[in-house]
């Protein structure tokens, strides 16, 4: 399954009374089916904020998002785990230490009242490139990588349409880091997925994404092609900026 997203004017404020801080002033964007959006900026700029609106973990926003031309805030919950689903950044910490995988994946098709419990637990635990065995693990049993598969594993489970990826790779070692990003290349091209993907490293956009959003104090600044990365085609001051900090780094090592 896949689905458009797609973002008109989404605000929110944290705090109250005149202690409220704006952090998203009036986001807007849109994704297409399939696609890979990167979300980057300084740290602080509002990209997880964006992930957690969207996902509706968030609920207090204005604006509008709307999934498959679905209106998420329309969506019941039940349907919407089907629809998109979210991986974060730690997979030490979006792991129930004491629950095994088993329990982890069968949670989400017990809730959904799925058949075929273990044929999906196995085929899940496949897909993500870990043998069947590791259902009867426990996180401190596993590596970060493997940590991160099982994640991704649960995020797939239901089978949504869009996944919502909160710097996944960044707790995790550089080599495993390449491939996690390469295991969520393969599960989109495989299964048509939409990712929006934060990640403060413009190397894991030019790999993974077909756009990305340049984003500052809140706003986004600018829209680009992947392309525009190598010759620095950003016409934004802080979006060229970015890029040219990334390029000196990359020359660099
Ligand atoms: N629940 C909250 N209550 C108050 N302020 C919040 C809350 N969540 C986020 N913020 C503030 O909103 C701003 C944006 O945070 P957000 O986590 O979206 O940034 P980010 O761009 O993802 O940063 P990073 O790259 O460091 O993860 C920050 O100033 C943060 O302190």
């Not at 590596?143 to 909160?166: F, H, K, T």
């Not at 495993?176 to 956009?205: C, K, P, S, W």
């Not at 500052?216 to 001051?237: M, S, V």
Request: hydrophobic content about 40%; some cysteine.
């Amino acid at each position: 399954m896949t689905a458009s997203v797609a973002i008109q004017d989404l605000s929110i404020s944290f705090g109250h009374g005149p202690d409220a801080v704006k952090v998203l002033p009036g986001v807007s964007f849109s994704v297409k089916p399939g696609e890979c959006f990167g979300l980057v900026g300084e740290s602080g700029s509002g990209k997880s904020t964006v992930l957690r609106c969207v996902s509706m973990l968030t609920d207090f926003w204005t604006g509008k998002v709307e999934i498959g031309g679905r209106n998420v805030r329309d969506v019941p919950l039940k349907d919407r785990c089907r629809l998109l689903q979210m991986v974060f950044q730690d997979p030490y910490g979006s792991l129930h230490p004491r629950q095994s995988v088993r329990t982890v994946l069968a949670e989400p098709l017990r809730i959904h009242g799925l058949d075929d419990r273990e044929a999906r637990m196995r085929r899940a635990l496949t897909d993500v490139g870990l043998p069947v065995e590791f259902l009867d693990r426990f996180p401190h049993q596993l590596s970060g990588g493997q940590r991160q598969r099982v994640a991704i594993a649960r995020a797939l489970i239901l089978e949504p349409a869009v996944l919502l990826l909160d710097e996944p790779t960044s707790a995790l070692d550089v080599s495993v880091q390449a491939e996690i990003l390469n295991l969520l290349a393969r599960l989109r091209e495989e299964r048509g997925f939409t990712y929006i993907m934060v990640t403060h490293d413009l190397a894991v956009v030019d790999h993974m994404c077909d756009r990305f959003a340049v984003m500052l104090h809140g706003e986004i600044t600018e829209i680009l092609p992947r392309e525009a990365i190598a010759g620095n085609g950003a016409t934004h001051p802080y979006a060229r900026q970015l890029i040219a900090a990334s390029l000196e780094y990359e020359g660099q090592i």
